[in-house]
């Protein structure tokens, strides 16, 4: 039961006080295998439909390299008229900028922001929409990874890909979670299947004032028993999970497989107990 009316496909999740948004979350990682940040889809949160994880996540992982100063803040200062203190102006003018130039220095080699996401992998709920595919192109992301197909969105990532493959930077690549091993993609696909079959019968929602939610609505399925039992499912395999290659790794400077699955367990108890449900991401 929610407060408007009642959510029949449900019933196990306990009460349902207040709609916070719906179940799509977004997560980078980068070359070596380390989470870099996570983000939710919050248009609900903040009434827009542009909120999406995938964008929001990419906003969020440009603000962790920090903001370079702004020129306008070191502009030179006048000196000061007469004898010492005009000396000492000057020094202080050569002193600062050496060190302007030296920071110059250090700002030009640092990767640029056409280039400091080339090997980042961005793991997602649901097939992208034309929006996040774009933004994740533009921010160079190397590959997307989707959950679950989104038959609304046409496939849009694998278009803006075919149509980039020839480009400097091209599109991310996307990969169904399906090809690397991950059985939640199948599930997930075969469930909405059922949902669409049968809302129509079984709405999803019932207003109190008797309305009835029969869209087949991806976002709604994302809400249903079925769809949290997969992903809880998911949560219980990696807190279960052994690695048959512990020590492997794909190359001199990524963690070892062993590292890689410590490090998401340690990440995935820090989203559980700071990432909540429904606020801004902190």
Known sequence: QGRAGKYHWRKRLGPYRTYIGHNIASIAVN????????????NDLFNSSVEHAEARLIRHVFSLSGLDKAEMLNLPRLPVQGGLLNALSKMVNIVETIIENMDDSYRSKRNKYNTSLRDVTIY??????????????LAYVKQVVFLQEDPDQHCIGNILYNLMDKAEYPAPLPIPAGQIG?????????????FTDHVSKRPFFT???GKKDCKPSITSFLCTDEAYRIFANGGSKLNNMSCKFPTWKPSAKSLTNKEVLDHVRNYFRYAIALGNRGTPFR
């Open 31 to 42: 070359v070596r295998g380390e989470v870099m940040a996570f983000d939710f889809n919050h």
């Open 124 to 137: 997602t709920s649901l097939e992208s929409c034309a929006q996040c595919s774009g933004i994740m192109a």
């Open 182 to 194: 991950l059985t939640a993609f199948a599930n997930l696909n075969k469930k909405y299947k059922y």
């Open 207 to 209: 207003h109190r004032n």
